[in-house]
């Protein structure tokens, strides 16, 4: 999530998005309180489910937004949002994420091994792998498999 001052769906904005019934941030000369801002809550938001709603249809706003909604379910350990976005998102924006996720963030790839179980993978606490064809094993379970993020369906084809 990033500060509602800044949010495209914040009511205040004048653009033709759709607009946000509650944003959290009090617009007073477009900051807010770093305290009391979105952008550190890690909760779920509107531009949340705008994003995993309009990812499966390749909407250019919600893939622009994509790492807004990965930053807040990485703050508030959101796994279903987490597995949401690598669902909803085309396989290049999976790789663009997958890539951010194991540079900048390799403690929290545990939050996606219901998607690597599917696959028949152990789970992770972080991500070393020692060798390209492990990495690949895991990478492919993100990226090429069709029914990432729905591990609840009981329908794998990994």
């Given at each position: 999530?990033?500060?509602?001052?800044?949010?495209?769906?914040?009511?205040?904005?004048?653009?033709?998005?759709?607009?946000?019934?509650?944003?959290?941030?009090?617009?007073?000369?477009?900051?807010?309180?770093?305290?009391?801002?979105?952008?550190?809550?890690?909760?779920?938001?509107?531009m949340d489910?705008?994003?995993?709603?309009?990812?499966?249809?390749?909407?250019?706003?919600?893939?622009?937004?994509?790492?807004?909604?990965?930053?807040?379910?990485?703050?508030?350990?959101?796994?279903?949002?987490?597995?949401?976005?690598?669902?909803?998102?085309?396989?290049?924006?999976?790789?663009?994420?997958?890539?951010?996720?194991?540079?900048?963030?390799?403690?929290?790839?545990?939050?996606?091994?219901?998607?690597?179980?599917?696959?028949?993978?152990?789970?992770?606490?972080?991500?070393?792998?020692?060798?390209?064809?492990i990495r690949?094993?895991y990478v492919?379970?993100?990226?090429?498999?069709?029914?990432?993020?729905?591990?609840?369906?009981?329908?794998?084809?990994?």
């Amino acid at each position: 999530m990033m500060c509602c001052n800044n949010c495209p769906f914040n009511p205040a904005n004048n653009t033709n998005a759709p607009k946000c019934d509650n944003p959290i941030c009090k617009n007073s000369n477009n900051h807010c309180s770093d305290n009391f801002c979105a952008k550190n809550i890690g909760t779920r938001c509107f531009m949340d489910y705008y994003v995993i709603e309009n990812l499966f249809h390749k909407d250019e706003l919600a893939e622009g937004l994509a790492f807004e909604s990965l930053r807040t379910a990485l703050i508030g350990r959101d796994r279903a949002l987490l597995i949401s976005l690598f669902q909803a998102a085309q396989q290049e924006l999976r790789i663009k994420m997958w890539n951010w996720l194991e540079e900048n963030e390799p403690r929290s790839l545990w939050m996606l091994n219901p998607i690597f179980a599917a696959c028949g993978l152990e789970e992770l606490n972080n991500f070393t792998a020692t060798s390209s064809v492990i990495r690949s094993k895991y990478v492919d379970a993100i990226i090429s498999n069709q029914y990432a993020g729905r591990y609840y369906k009981n329908s794998y084809n990994c």
